[in-house]
C-alpha cells in the first residue's frame, strides 16, 4: 500500500517563501507528484519528480530524494491567491495517483 | 478549463437511493480516474479505466461500481447510498501510457453528493 504524510497547516506571510514537506511510503516508487486545490476546486497539476533532485516551474519548485523517501513543495514570493490546499501523490504502477491528505496554506497579509 | 466534465454537478437523494455519476475525458485522453474527496479529507483513489478496460482498483465499496464506454466517458454507479458516501466525486483524465508520463491527470470540477 501506500502511506504519505504532510503537515495539516501551514501559515506564511504574503511575499516569502514556504516549504511544504512530503514523507511517503509505497511499494514500488515512480514519481511524486504535486497538486494545489482550492476550496471548492478541482485539483490542479502543479510539478512532477521521477528523480533526485529540484524542479523549478515559476515561483514554485519541487524537491525529491528517493533515497529518503522525501520531497517538498517550495512557493517563493508567496501571494494571497497561493492560499488554498497542496497535495504531495505517489504514482502507481498504473499510473494513477495516490493523495496525502493534504496541507492547507493560509498566506497572511 | 481542465476539459473534463462531469455531471451532475450537484446531487441530493436518500440514504438507500442509487445514483449514476457521469464523466467525459478530455479529448484523446484514454485513461479515467475516479476520486472521492469527504469533508477536509484527501483524495481516496477508486478506480482506474484504460481504454474500457479496468487497469487499477483502490479503496473502492462494493457498493460501487465503474464502467468506461466504447466512446471513452465513463461512469460510476454509487448503490445502497449511506450518509457517509457524502463526498465530493472527481474524475480525472490523461493519456496514461509509459513513455512521456508527465504526472499530470486533469480532473473534472466534481460532482458533489449529498446523502440525507
Known amino acids: 500500500g501506500q502511506s504519505l504524510e504532510q503537515p495539516s497547516e501551514v501559515t506564511a506571510v504574503e511575499g516569502a517563501i514556504v516549504q511544504i514537506n512530503c514523507t511517503y511510503q509505497?511499494?514500488?516508487?515512480?514519481?511524486l507528484s504535486w497538486y494545489q486545490q482550492h476550496d471548492g476546486g478541482a485539483p490542479t497539476f502543479l510539478s512532477y519528480?521521477?528523480?533526485?533532485g529540484l524542479e523549478e516551474t515559476g515561483r514554485f519548485s519541487s524537491f525529491l530524494s528517493r533515497s529518503d523517501s522525501y520531497g517538498y513543495l517550495l512557493l517563493q514570493e508567496l501571494q494571497m491567491k497561493d492560499s488554498a490546499s497542496y497535495f504531495c501523490?505517489?504514482?502507481?504502477?498504473?499510473?494513477?495517483?495516490?493523495f496525502g491528505t493534504g496541507t492547507r496554506l493560509t498566506v497572511i497579509p | 478549463d481542465s476539459g473534463v466534465t462531469q455531471t451532475p454537478k450537484h446531487l441530493i437523494t436518500a440514504t438507500g437511493q442509487r445514483v449514476t455519476l457521469r464523466c467525459s475525458p478530455r479529448?484523446?485522453?484514454?485513461?479515467v480516474y475516479w476520486y472521492q474527496q469527504s469533508l477536509d479529507q484527501g483524495l481516496q483513489f477508486l478506480i482506474q479505466?484504460?481504454?474500457?478496460?479496468?487497469?487499477a482498483k483502490g479503496n473502492i465499496l462494493e457498493r460501487f461500481s465503474a464502467q468506461q464506454f466504447p466512446d471513452l466517458h465513463s461512469e460510476l454507479n454509487l448503490s445502497s447510498l449511506e450518509l457517509g458516501d457524502s463526498a465530493l466525486y472527481f474524475c480525472?483524465?490523461?493519456?496514461?501510457?509509459?513513455?512521456?508520463?508527465?504526472?499530470?491527470?486533469?480532473f473534472g470540477e466534481g460532482s458533489r453528493l449529498t446523502v440525507l
Open positions: 480525472a483524465s490523461s493519456v496514461a501510457t509509459g513513455t512521456g508520463y508527465t504526472g499530470e491527470l486533469f
Open positions: 509505497t511499494s514500488g516508487f515512480y514519481g
Open positions: 519528480n521521477a528523480l533526485d
Open positions: 501523490a505517489v504514482r502507481g504502477g498504473a499510473n494513477n495517483l495516490f
Open positions: 479529448s484523446g485522453d484514454l485513461s
Open positions: 479505466y484504460y481504454n474500457g478496460e479496468e487497469r
